[in-house]
């Protein structure tokens, strides 16, 4: 005998799929880290495609099961606002990379890793975050991990600023500075987008507890 919960696709499916969108920002995350700390750049951009690719994968995955899943575990809105924000994480370490693997000669010298392996911390937290979500929505273990992702965008704002100083005063080259500072926010940025799906769950969680 079939449950409600079994015909109407309740289930755990979308929390699945979430977490593999998670994990899949965790592998753009720590190839991009590759990709500024390894000298033979090749294969780390294949693994970064790969990692891109599989993303959008499971982003029209999760668009195309909200369509044809008349009940799901969590509300509609809230499995669509994670969607987003998950997918726009690679998306912007995508950009990063697209950009860097340009400009990377130019730029030697400047130091990218600290705030890629900031990134790469971020999105493991996320990750804890999102497999939270199966566990009952308990407001505690969130919390926590809320606040560790706080700390990690706070290390990144002060490392945005420090390295400034430095390259504003370098004389003769202000198009490697205005470069530089290009990719500096666009970690940023993709730090900021962990920060949003963190603060997605932890009002997820709110709301149902």
Partial sequence: ????QTIFGKGDKF????EQSADAACDSAKALHELVTQVDRAPVISHFAAARAREKALASKISEELVNTFVTALDREDIEAL???LYKIPKTIEKFAERYVLVAERLQGIEFAKRTELLERSTVVVAEMIG??????RIDPV???QS???????EGDRLLLAPYRALYLEPGDAMRAILAKDLFELIEKAIDK???VGNTVYSIVLKNS
Avoid: I, T, V
């Fill in 1 to 4: 005998m079939f449950s409600l």
């Fill in 194 to 196: 962990c920060r949003d």
């Fill in 83 to 85: 969607n987003s924000a």
């Fill in 143 to 145: 919390q926590k991990l």
């Fill in 132 to 137: 939270e979500l199966r566990k009952g929505l």
């Fill in 148 to 154: 560790r992702l706080q700390a990690l965008e706070a």
């Fill in 15 to 18: 929390y699945g799929l979430l």
